[in-house]
Structure formats: C-alpha cells, structure tokens
C-alpha cells in the first residue's frame, strides 16, 4: 500500500518562504506524477504544482508561478515545494498525492488523476 506523508507547513508571514516536503513509500512500481494540491476553507481543492517523475518535468498552476518551485530527490523517494514570495492568499491546507495514471502528465491539476494522497500540512500566510 502505497502511502504519502507532508511535513513542513507552518505559519509565516508575507513575503516569507517555506518548504514542504512529501515522503511517498509502499510502492511497486515508481509513480507517475507527485503533485501538490491547496485546499482553502470553502474552496475546491487547486492543483499547485506536479512533477513527473521519470524525466523531471515540472507543471505549476499560473498563481504560483515564479514563487514556487517543486523538485523531487529520488534516493529519498521524497519531493519537496518550495514557497517563496508567499502571499495571504496561499494559506491552505496543501496536500500531496501519487499518480499512477498514465494522462497524469497533461492533467497534473486534476485531483481525481491521483491514487493516493497525504493527510496534509498547514500553511497560513498572515499579511
């Protein structure tokens, strides 16, 4: 059973930067795509940013574009997002999750492309 652990949210003020990293094990075969979701109170889940796996290519949601930069290190079968610049409105609960679906890589935004998922860490961005 493939599992996936986020650690490293936080409380930060604007301007301010964080790193979120996401452990992901249990696993047969390497996933797909690993990609980072926000949910925020009353709002549907946004895919943030997504990696896919075998060649590195990287997708990021235009809001996070330039602030946010999401790398995997594959010794450690860990991905990591890197905040920068963060604004009020990124507060969320971001999520990580596992693609085993082949179309993960033109719809790395969509949640439902995504097998297995993280129990989340918080990131609150006071102004």
């Known amino acids: 059973q493939v599992q996936v652990v986020e650690s490293g949210g936080g409380s930060v003020q604007a301007g301010g930067s964080l790193r979120l990293s996401c452990a992901y094990f249990g696993y047969t075969y390497s996933p797909i795509c690993m990609g980072w979701f926000r949910q ?30 999401i790398s995997q290190d594959n010794a450690k079968d860990t991905v990591y997002l890197q905040m920068n610049s963060l604004k009020p409105e990124d507060t969320a609960m971001y999520y990580c999750a596992a693609s085993f679906s082949p179309a993960c890589g033109s719809r790395y935004d969509a949640p439902n492309e995504y097998n297995y998922w993280g129990q989340g860490t918080q990131v609150t961005v006071s102004s």
């Open 40 to 69: 925020a109170p009353g709002k549907e889940r946004e895919g943030v940013a997504a990696t896919y796996t075998s060649v590195g290519t990287t997708y990021y949601t235009d809001s996070v574009k330039g602030r946010f930069t």
